[in-house]
């Protein structure tokens, strides 16, 4: 298994209210570093669990395997794709500290882990959306709360989805709140939206993170 990173950048901002009308993403990517292939999605054909956490439980001889790798967010599945469930992995590397809060939507349902450290064993489930919503604004459990993050730092994170029928696509957004250092702040103290750009980097297999950061 190979290890990457994506970095994000935040640059410009738009309005909570012009992310709900977008629609979709803010999460883009700016430019493929060389060798970069993006965040590695495991992919699982004919599937229906009850819970997300099944996913867990799969693997690569799991059967209805596939994996891609994908370099930008939203991703948007094909409408003939029914009856599956991904894992996406990959890192958060923040070019700014300060406290985030992370939101989720997708179709039709998914989980989001993040880990406060590059070790995919650090990792809790920060957001989840536990069934189809329009946007990122419609349950409470679709937002994380304050996170903080130090520029420059990989932090690993990890995406569970489920699609069952009809259109599918998973997107992240990231809220950097207006105080850095308060942990726990209401909605009003969100006022802006940053725009994600994200980059990605590949590194050989056997490297460990920690070394290449
Ligand atoms: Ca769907």
Redesign the pocket.
């Known amino acids: 298994m190979s290890l990457f990173s994506a970095r994000i950048g935040l640059l410009g901002t738009a309005s909570k209210e012009g992310l709900v009308e977008k629609g979709q993403a803010d999460f883009t990517l700016s430019h493929v570093l060389p060798g970069g292939r993006g965040l590695k999605m495991e992919v699982w054909s004919g599937k229906r669990p009850n819970s997300l956490d099944e996913i867990w439980r799969y693997n690569e001889n799991t059967t209805g395997y596939w994996s891609q790798w994908i370099d930008s967010l939203p991703y948007i599945f094909p409408n003939e794709y ?1 009856l599956f469930t991904t894992r996406t992995k990959g890192f958060f590397v923040p070019t700014v500290s300060g406290n985030f809060s992370i939101y989720l939507h997708c ?2 349902r998914c989980d989001l882990y993040l880990s406060n450290s590059s070790r995919p064993e650090d990792k809790v489930k920060v957001a989840f959306q536990p069934r ?1 919503v329009r946007n990122y604004f419609q349950l409470e459990s679709q937002k994380s709360g304050a996170i903080f993050m130090e520029k420059g730092k990989p932090y690993y994170l990890e995406l569970l989805q489920q ?6 696509h998973i997107n992240i957004a990231l809220f950097q709140e207006e105080s850095s250092f308060t942990a726990d702040q209401s909605d009003d103290a969100v006022n802006e939206i940053q725009n994600i750009l994200a980059a990605y980097e590949v590194f050989d297999e056997e490297q460990v993170p920690d070394q290449e950061f």
């Not at 699609?163 to 599918?168: A, D, I, K, P, V």
């Open positions: 029914d179709d039709d189809y699609e069952y029928y009809g259109l599918s």
